[in-house]
């Protein structure tokens, strides 16, 4: 519906930055280790009163995250002269300036504080969004809108980027002029110590790995580990049946500091995981599906995007609708995992253990009684950056069409599978949807559409389907996918790696008694109704002693196993900041653990499902 | 008074991204068929709430909101990550209801035929983290209840037409403060009266196990309180002394401002290192949150002791006079507030609540711990690098964004704080004006006078940017507009500097400890070595902030990085403060260990000059006005 705050959308501006004359910017990035770069533009202007606006709805973040807090020390200009700017009483992200006659550009710079958002840049390491490193006209179209960037690098630093380069003159790199759109959907990532892999060429296309860390001895990878990368452009072009880019950089920094993070582009990606993640068996198969779920979106996001998340820019009055999420993240989530599975980057045969995780997940999630998918779509905007703190089981978080989407596109799946005998499956939606090659471009989709394409693979209610997982409450997530590929929920005291993994020493015991804790004892979250729940547990607590002994995640365990065979409740001393209480919690039932165990005499869909597709 | 003039239309117009202001909307809940809200604050120890609400509505779709725009926090900040377990029904029966697409504060339901009321029920989820609150509002022995975090409203009414009869449950053996006129109370649960949901929204209710309630002051028509409520009963016991200048608080801000526009006045304080330090101003209370010691250790009080009195004085100035622009009919789309006049709003008040402080006694001792205060922030602000590129006038306009949002490198980019600063030596240096052009026989209280004089109950009287300098011109003619011109609207390299020569002063640097700087850096934990090196430390050397293009700055030193050790020796304030101590008799660079992330990097710190400190000494044969403006005033 239309929201009252916006008129139907305004007509936008002729773009002032041309092929001829375009805006040219230069992210001066020699003080990256000290957290600071300083940014230089001429921005193409006219004279009177005209706008610059700080980008604000960032491509992939879905949200208005354009980080505020970055810019310092702005300077705007003309001829050489300061001209006074002010920000708009009401849009924050836009500043207005007077210029003077006879005036075609206004030269503009600023300090960024690179790390003020979230850390971006260490002593080896910066994250390049363009983004957050430039100022534009208001209300263009950014496809018409042309930037000549460049980038300073600090000596002995390299970088990654898909953008065409004109010239590289020591750490200075000119990129050719290209348009707004381009340049901040082409992150340049750049550090310290660096190393560039080809994982794929063909056709007169190319991939690479390009890795960024914060110690050199985090890219000495295992041989073995490339090789299930480099099978990564083999097994997407196999599942979308072409490609959509002409080059693809997947730009990975291992690093602490920076932390986690995916964002996708077109024609790369903008991946963040710690130092360890290509080094350790554990990170690849709890997160490996990382840069393929990335890569996947240049098909579903990129290439293929919602009709109302598609704008001309990134400033109001232009906010990205996020309703159709579950399309874009939902059967990403289920793309980039099936990725990683068939690429052997995780091992195809722990997909069970991983689908009993993820489905246990939101079986066991309150908040899904109230609260349902839609609105988290819906309200990404919000979810995602602000959506944090205490009891998010029962807030539920933008995570959850990611991972629900990911079981209800693998119900689609063996739907297909099973009403057409195995000879069709999500593949062919997948081809239907984002088939063919070209270079990057935009074509957009409505809800109507999908369920179109659904209906070209097998008739079926798809209508109905997205409205029950989707749009109404659903109690349970959807199921019928689980017997459909030949297996059945159960719960045993054997640990689920998918379930624990994550937890560095913590417990995990949200299927049991109904509870998470840290290693050092402290509740992450407790299940509504659940023992736990019943014996007064709450987040931030600090769980000190169980039954007298001294905490630690064996002592909880061993509580917990023994109390099957006793009427006796479990006894927790609490600290609740400077108090301590003693509580008691009565669960006899023994440690629970989420596993899928095969249905005698049926076919696995999972393992067909997961085996490698790409001809060798 | 006009709330929706011609002149607010106007502004709003001259957004590009907004319509004309759509008109309002009749109000459902009026006062003999209100809203209802029951807040069942019981399970507040785990930090949790029900609140069950009955919305007056009309069948057809209807749309609810949660309000978004916080009075007092000056940005959209209403929590909605506090929002759980929404569930609406009709009749009893469920109805869906959907967000929109863009306002994400509103809520979207279709009314069956002939229902005349919802009921709404959620789960708050009290201590969400947000980009306003990072932290607690409830701990097992306290809540802060702010009523704007616990309803749902009809969209786009007027908020003093719209009526709300609230009732709140207290777990067993809690008690709670407010303005709310009552109507019964029985046992834990308490029916306040019908009153608007402007009233309501600006009552907070805090309420706790461990509790105190002081009758500070009264006239037998109007009283006030000073309500504590703390997580150790130990942290009540103020002393007689400090209840005494908190006592004097009342009659002093009478005496500033000649009048009252309160009936009641309840200073409600928590007393939690749970709970983050905050305070927020109402128009017949303040919403105060302080840490377990605040008033019980003298340093707390000599650092942060303005906080009642800076709440309290925003009765007249803030919540009685407030912008044209920042007033609105309620608290969502479309209608932001314009924060342009927080200069007048919160850098006015900065001062008097500072002057409140001081004059009651609740603050240090007299002029001699204010010039010692004045210091410090005449200081701050002079040696804050942004100050040469974003001029004052950003950070009110963009106090939506500066407010919630801040970061590595604060003396760049600058932030919401410095318009209280500044604010005050602005307003200081505009009373020193008045006093000198007056040769003593005006003051900036006369302006008060002016601005919120008079005795009335709570109500909002707007002003603009040409009123405040009407006011100032009355008191004693001068070019107010091009004063504030300078100070606010333009880039200013210095801050306003006059007053201090004009008060009998000028300021030093010395050695010698500045008395405030010294508790604060108690207080935070942290080591203020800005004037000399040029950078803030934690106590522990991790680099808060460089000062540019000083020492450290030219050293290398970044936020993010943390000092291990200085020529050797393991980094501990001593070892630090020693060290720039002995630069005022050495030349010899002195070499800092420095962890960055993973790595560690040696750098060189080339300082020379000693340990310096801000105080402010006296010009020799003048007239000492900080005397006269900070000594009692009330008879």
Same mark, same amino acid.
């Given at each position: 519906?239309?929201?009252?705050?916006?008129?139907?959308?305004?007509?936008?501006?002729?773009?002032?930055?041309?092929?001829?004359?375009?805006?040219?910017?230069?992210?001066?990035?020699?003080?990256?280790?000290?957290?600071?770069?300083?940014?230089?533009?001429?921005?193409?202007?006219?004279?009177?009163?005209?706008?610059?606006?700080?980008?604000?709805?960032?491509?992939?973040?879905?949200?208005?995250?354009?980080?505020?807090?970055?810019?310092?020390?702005?300077?705007?200009?003309?001829?050489?002269?300061?001209?006074?700017?002010?920000?708009?009483?009401?849009?924050?992200?836009?500043?207005?300036?007077?210029?003077?006659?006879?005036?075609?550009?206004?030269?503009?710079?600023?300090?960024?504080?690179?790390?003020?958002?979230?850390?971006?840049?260490?002593?080896?390491?910066?994250?390049?969004?363009?983004?957050?490193?430039?100022?534009?006209?208001?209300?263009?179209?950014?496809?018409?809108?042309?930037?000549?960037?460049?980038?300073?690098?600090?000596?002995?630093?390299?970088?990654?980027?898909?953008?065409?380069?004109?010239?590289?003159?020591?750490?200075?790199?000119?990129?050719?002029?290209?348009?707004?759109?381009?340049?901040?959907?082409?992150?340049?990532?750049?550090?310290?110590?660096?190393?560039?892999?080809?994982?794929?060429?063909?056709?007169?296309?190319?991939?690479?790995?390009?890795?960024?860390?914060?110690?050199?001895?985090?890219?000495?990878?295992?041989?073995?580990?490339?090789?299930?990368?480099?099978?990564?452009?083999?097994?997407?072009?196999?599942?979308?049946?072409?490609?959509?880019?002409?080059?693809? @950089?997947?730009?990975?920094?291992?690093?602490?500091?920076?932390?986690?993070?995916?964002?996708? @582009?077109?024609?790369?990606?903008?991946?963040?995981?710690?130092?360890?993640?290509?080094?350790?068996?554990?990170?690849?198969?709890?997160?490996?599906?990382?840069?393929?779920?990335?890569?996947?979106?240049?098909?579903?996001?990129?290439?293929?995007?919602?009709?109302?998340?598609?704008?001309?820019?990134?400033?109001?009055?232009?906010?990205?609708?996020?309703?159709?999420?579950?399309?874009?993240?939902?059967?990403?989530?289920?793309?980039?995992?099936?990725?990683?599975?068939?690429?052997?980057?995780?091992?195809?045969?722990?997909?069970?253990?991983?689908?009993?995780?993820?489905?246990?997940?939101?079986?066991?999630?309150?908040?899904?009684?109230?609260?349902?998918?839609?609105?988290?779509?819906?309200?990404?905007?919000?979810?995602?950056?602000?959506?944090?703190?205490?009891?998010?089981?029962?807030?539920?978080?933008?995570?959850?069409?990611?991972?629900?989407?990911?079981?209800?596109?693998?119900?689609?799946?063996?739907?297909?599978?099973?009403?057409?005998?195995?000879?069709?499956?999500?593949?062919?939606?997948?081809?239907?949807?984002?088939?063919?090659?070209?270079?990057?471009?935009?074509?957009?989709?409505?809800?109507?559409?999908?369920?179109?394409?659904?209906?070209?693979?097998?008739?079926?209610?798809? @209508?109905?389907?997205?409205?029950?997982?989707?749009?109404?409450?659903?109690?349970?997530?959807?199921?019928?996918?689980?017997?459909?590929?030949?297996?059945?929920?159960?719960?045993?005291?054997?640990?689920?790696?998918?379930?624990?993994?994550?937890?560095?020493?913590?417990?995990?015991?949200?299927?049991?008694?109904?509870?998470?804790?840290?290693?050092?004892?402290?509740?992450?979250?407790?299940?509504?109704?659940?023992?736990?729940?019943?014996?007064?547990?709450?987040?931030?607590?600090?769980?000190?002693?169980?039954?007298?002994?001294?905490?630690?995640?064996?002592?909880?365990?061993?509580?917990?196993?023994?109390?099957?065979?006793?009427?006796?409740?479990?006894?927790?001393?609490?600290?609740?900041?400077?108090?301590?209480?003693?509580?008691?919690?009565?669960?006899?039932?023994?440690?629970?653990?989420?596993?899928?165990?095969?249905?005698?005499?049926?076919?696995?869909?999972?393992?067909?499902?997961?085996?490698?597709?790409?001809?060798? | 008074?006009?709330?929706?003039?011609?002149?607010?239309?106007?502004?709003?117009?001259?957004?590009?991204?907004?319509?004309?202001?759509?008109?309002?909307?009749?109000?459902?809940?009026?006062?003999?068929?209100?809203?209802?809200?029951?807040?069942?604050?019981?399970?507040?120890?785990?930090?949790?709430?029900?609140?069950?609400?009955?919305?007056?509505? *009309?069948?057809?779709?209807?749309?609810?909101?949660?309000?978004?725009?916080?009075?007092?926090?000056?940005?959209?900040?209403?929590?909605?990550?506090?929002?759980?377990?929404?569930?609406?029904?009709?009749?009893?029966?469920?109805?869906?209801?959907?967000?929109?697409?863009?306002?994400?504060? %509103?809520?979207?339901?279709?009314?069956?035929?002939?229902?005349?009321?919802?009921?709404?029920?959620?789960?708050?989820?009290?201590?969400?983290?947000?980009?306003?609150?990072?932290?607690?509002?409830?701990?097992?022995?306290?809540?802060?209840?702010?009523?704007?975090?616990?309803?749902?409203?009809?969209?786009?009414?007027?908020?003093?037409?719209?009526?709300?009869?609230? #009732?709140?449950?207290?777990?067993?053996?809690?008690?709670?403060?407010?303005?709310?006129?009552?109507?019964?109370?029985?046992?834990?649960?308490?029916?306040?009266?019908?009153?608007?949901?402007?009233?309501?929204?600006?009552?907070?209710?805090?309420?706790?196990?461990?509790?105190?309630?002081?009758?500070?002051?009264?006239?037998?028509?109007?009283?006030?309180?000073?309500?504590?409520?703390?997580?150790?009963?130990?942290?009540?016991?103020?002393?007689?002394?400090?209840?005494?200048?908190?006592?004097?608080?009342?009659?002093?801000?009478?005496?500033?401002?000649?009048?009252?526009?309160?009936?009641?006045?309840?200073?409600?304080?928590?007393?939690?290192?749970?709970?983050?330090?905050?305070?927020?101003?109402?128009?017949?209370?303040?919403?105060?949150?302080?840490?377990?010691?605040?008033?019980?250790?003298?340093?707390?009080?000599?650092?942060?002791?303005?906080?009642?009195?800076?709440?309290?004085?925003? #009765?007249?100035?803030?919540?009685?006079?407030?912008?044209?622009?920042?007033?609105?009919?309620?608290?969502?789309?479309?209608?932001?507030?314009?924060?342009?006049?927080?200069?007048?709003?919160?850098?006015?008040?900065?001062?008097?609540?500072?002057?409140?402080?001081?004059?009651?006694?609740?603050?240090?001792?007299?002029?001699?711990?204010?010039?010692?205060?004045?210091?410090?922030?005449?200081?701050?602000?002079?040696?804050?690098?942004?100050?040469?590129?974003?001029?004052?006038?950003?950070?009110?306009?963009?106090?939506?964004?500066?407010? %919630?949002?801040?970061?590595?490198?604060?003396?760049?980019?600058?932030?919401?704080?410095?318009?209280?600063?500044?604010?005050?030596?602005?307003?200081?240096?505009?009373?020193?004006?008045?006093?000198?052009?007056?040769?003593?026989?005006?003051?900036?209280?006369?302006?008060?006078?002016?601005?919120?004089?008079?005795?009335?109950?709570? *109500?909002?009287?707007?002003?603009?940017?040409?009123?405040?300098?009407?006011?100032?011109?009355?008191?004693?003619?001068?070019?107010?507009?091009?004063?504030?011109?300078?100070?606010?609207? #333009?880039?200013?390299?210095?801050?306003?500097?006059?007053?201090?020569?004009?008060?009998?002063?000028?300021?030093?640097?010395?050695?010698?400890?500045?008395?405030?700087?010294?508790?604060?850096?108690?207080?935070?934990?942290?080591?203020?070595?800005?004037?000399?090196?040029?950078?803030?430390?934690?106590?522990?050397?991790?680099?808060?902030?460089?000062?540019?293009?000083?020492?450290?700055?030219?050293?290398?030193?970044?936020?993010?990085?943390?000092?291990?050790?200085?020529?050797?020796?393991?980094?501990?304030?001593?070892?630090?403060?020693?060290?720039?101590?002995?630069?005022? #008799?050495?030349?010899?660079?002195?070499?800092?260990?420095?962890?960055?992330?993973?790595?560690?990097?040696?750098?060189?710190?080339?300082?020379?000059?000693?340990? *310096?400190?801000?105080?402010?000494?006296?010009?020799?044969?003048?007239?000492?006005?900080?005397?006269?403006?900070?000594?009692?005033?009330?008879?």
């Amino acid at each position: 519906m239309l929201h009252l705050l916006f008129a139907a959308a305004l007509a936008l501006d002729p773009s002032l930055a041309t092929q001829a004359h375009p805006m040219t910017v230069v992210l001066d990035a020699t003080n990256a280790p000290r957290g600071l770069a300083t940014t230089r533009m001429t921005i193409p202007a006219k004279p009177g009163p005209f706008t610059i606006d700080f980008p604000e709805w960032i491509p992939g973040e879905h949200s208005p995250s354009g980080p505020l807090n970055v810019m310092s020390e702005l300077r705007v200009s003309a001829h050489g002269h300061p001209l006074t700017w002010h920000r708009d009483q009401v849009d924050m992200w836009a500043f207005h300036v007077d210029v003077p006659a006879n005036t075609s550009d206004i030269d503009v710079q600023y300090t960024a504080l690179i790390n003020a958002a979230d850390t971006e840049a260490t002593r080896n390491i910066m994250v390049t969004n363009w983004n957050r490193y430039l100022m534009y006209q208001r209300n263009i179209d950014n496809t018409q809108y042309m930037v000549k960037a460049s980038l300073i690098m600090p000596p002995g630093w390299d970088y990654a980027s898909a953008l065409p380069v004109a010239a590289h003159t020591g750490n200075r790199v000119d990129f050719d002029t290209v348009t707004l759109e381009t340049l901040v959907d082409s992150p340049t990532d750049m550090g310290r110590y660096v190393k560039h892999i080809k994982t794929w060429e063909g056709d007169g296309a190319s991939t690479y790995l390009d890795l960024f860390a914060d110690q050199p001895e985090d890219l000495k990878i295992d041989q073995k580990v490339i090789d299930a990368y480099k099978r990564l452009t083999p097994e997407a072009m196999a599942l979308y049946g072409g490609r959509h880019w002409n080059v693809y @950089h997947a730009e990975l920094t291992l690093s602490d500091a920076i932390g986690f993070e995916g964002i996708e @582009h077109h024609q790369s990606s903008d991946d963040r995981a710690p130092d360890d993640f290509m080094t350790d068996p554990l990170s690849q198969k709890l997160s490996g599906d990382l840069i393929p779920h990335e890569f996947s979106h240049s098909w579903n996001g990129k290439y293929r995007r919602p009709f109302d998340l598609q704008q001309p820019d990134y400033n109001d009055p232009h906010p990205e609708h996020t309703e159709l999420l579950w399309q874009y993240e939902g059967m990403n989530q289920y793309m980039g995992d099936l990725l990683s599975f068939r690429t052997g980057i995780r091992d195809p045969k722990e997909y069970p253990e991983y689908l009993a995780a993820l489905y246990a997940r939101f079986a066991y999630e309150p908040g899904r009684e109230t609260t349902p998918i839609i609105d988290t779509t819906t309200g990404a905007p919000y979810y995602y950056t602000d959506a944090r703190g205490w009891y998010s089981s029962l807030r539920r978080t933008g995570g959850d069409f990611y991972g629900e989407g990911e079981l209800m596109w693998l119900d689609a799946d063996t739907i297909i599978r099973e009403k057409t005998k195995g000879q069709k499956s999500l593949d062919d939606y997948t081809k239907v949807f984002a088939g063919g090659t070209s270079g990057p471009k935009v074509v957009t989709y409505t809800r109507e559409d999908l369920e179109g394409y659904l209906n070209q693979v097998v008739p079926y209610d798809w @209508h109905g389907f997205f409205q029950k997982y989707v749009y109404s409450i659903a109690p349970q997530p959807p199921t019928g996918e689980i017997a459909r590929a030949g297996y059945k929920l159960v719960f045993t005291d054997k640990p689920n790696v998918f379930v624990s993994g994550r937890m560095r020493g913590g417990v995990n015991d949200w299927y049991a008694s109904g509870v998470m804790l840290t290693n050092g004892g402290t509740v992450i979250d407790v299940r509504k109704d659940s023992a736990a729940w019943q014996a007064g547990l709450a987040p931030t607590e600090d769980v000190v002693a169980v039954n007298g002994r001294k905490f630690s995640a064996t002592v909880w365990k061993d509580a917990i196993t023994d109390a099957k065979s006793s009427q006796k409740p479990i006894t927790l001393i609490l600290n609740h900041g400077s108090w301590f209480e003693t509580v008691s919690l009565n669960y006899h039932d023994g440690l629970k653990y989420p596993h899928l165990e095969r249905l005698p005499n049926t076919p696995d869909m999972l393992a067909e499902i997961m085996k490698p597709h790409a001809k060798p | 008074m006009a709330r929706f003039g011609l002149r607010t239309l106007l502004v709003a117009c001259a957004f590009f991204g907004t319509l004309a202001a759509a008109p309002l909307d009749p109000s459902l809940a009026t006062a003999s068929r209100p809203m209802t809200i029951v807040l069942d604050e019981r399970p507040a120890a785990r930090g949790l709430a029900y609140s069950h609400m009955t919305i007056p509505v *009309k069948p057809g779709p209807f749309t609810i909101v949660y309000p978004e725009w916080i009075p007092g926090e000056h940005g959209p900040t209403g929590p909605l990550h506090d929002i759980s377990e929404l569930v609406v029904k009709a009749n009893g029966a469920a109805i869906p209801w959907h967000r929109d697409q863009v306002d994400m504060y %509103a809520f979207h339901v279709d009314v069956p035929p002939g229902v005349q009321t919802l009921d709404v029920d959620f789960t708050v989820l009290v201590n969400t983290n947000n980009n306003f609150v990072d932290g607690q509002l409830s701990t097992r022995n306290m809540m802060v209840g702010n009523w704007n975090r616990y309803l749902f409203y009809q969209r786009n009414i007027d908020n003093t037409k719209y009526f709300v009869q609230a #009732s709140l449950i207290l777990p067993s053996g809690w008690d709670y403060a407010s303005a709310l006129p009552v109507a019964s109370r029985r046992g834990q649960r308490i029916d306040f009266r019908t009153v608007s949901l402007e009233t309501l929204v600006d009552s907070p209710t805090d309420s706790g196990r461990f509790y105190r309630h002081i009758k500070t002051w009264s006239n037998g028509k109007a009283s006030t309180y000073l309500d504590l409520f703390a997580d150790h009963p130990e942290d009540l016991k103020m002393s007689p002394a400090e209840l005494a200048a908190y006592k004097r608080m009342t009659p002093e801000a009478m005496a500033l401002y000649g009048g009252r526009h309160w009936n009641v006045y309840h200073s409600e304080l928590t007393l939690s290192d749970l709970v983050p330090g905050q305070g927020i101003e109402h128009h017949q209370s303040s919403d105060d949150r302080a840490g377990d010691d605040f008033l019980t250790d003298p340093n707390e009080q000599l650092a942060g002791g303005d906080l009642l009195t800076h709440e309290f004085s925003h #009765s007249w100035n803030g919540k009685y006079r407030r912008p044209f622009d920042l007033q609105q009919p309620n608290y969502n789309e479309p209608f932001p507030e314009h924060t342009e006049l927080l200069w007048q709003y919160e850098g006015m008040n900065q001062y008097m609540g500072d002057l409140i402080a001081f004059r009651s006694g609740i603050k240090g001792k007299g002029s001699a711990d204010y010039r010692e205060y004045l210091a410090s922030i005449y200081a701050e602000m002079a040696y804050e690098s942004g100050r040469t590129t974003t001029p004052i006038i950003d950070l009110t306009t963009g106090a939506p964004y500066y407010y %919630a949002n801040g970061g590595p490198y604060h003396s760049i980019r600058r932030g919401a704080g410095d318009f209280y600063t500044e604010g005050e030596l602005m307003w200081l240096d505009a009373d020193t004006i008045i006093r000198a052009r007056t040769h003593g026989k005006k003051s900036l209280d006369n302006y008060c006078h002016i601005f919120a004089g008079g005795v009335s109950g709570p *109500k909002v009287v707007t002003y603009t940017r040409a009123d405040l300098e009407h006011y100032l011109n009355e008191v004693v003619p001068y070019d107010w507009h091009g004063f504030f011109q300078r100070y606010v609207y #333009s880039i200013s390299p210095l801050p306003p500097t006059d007053e201090l020569a004009r008060a009998g002063y000028r300021l030093v640097f010395t050695a010698k400890p500045n008395k405030y700087i010294e508790a604060r850096d108690k207080v935070d934990k942290s080591i203020t070595s800005w004037y000399d090196a040029g950078v803030d430390l934690s106590d522990k050397g991790k680099v808060e902030d460089v000062r540019q293009n000083a020492a450290a700055w030219n050293a290398g030193l970044a936020p993010g990085m943390k000092i291990v050790a200085v020529d050797n020796r393991e980094f501990t304030p001593d070892v630090w403060n020693s060290a720039i101590a002995q630069t005022s #008799s050495s030349t010899r660079p002195i070499t800092l260990l420095v962890a960055h992330g993973d790595n560690y990097d040696t750098l060189t710190l080339h300082y020379t000059g000693g340990t *310096k400190v801000p105080h402010l000494v006296r010009i020799p044969g003048t007239t000492d006005m900080l005397a006269d403006i900070v000594r009692p005033h009330a008879k």
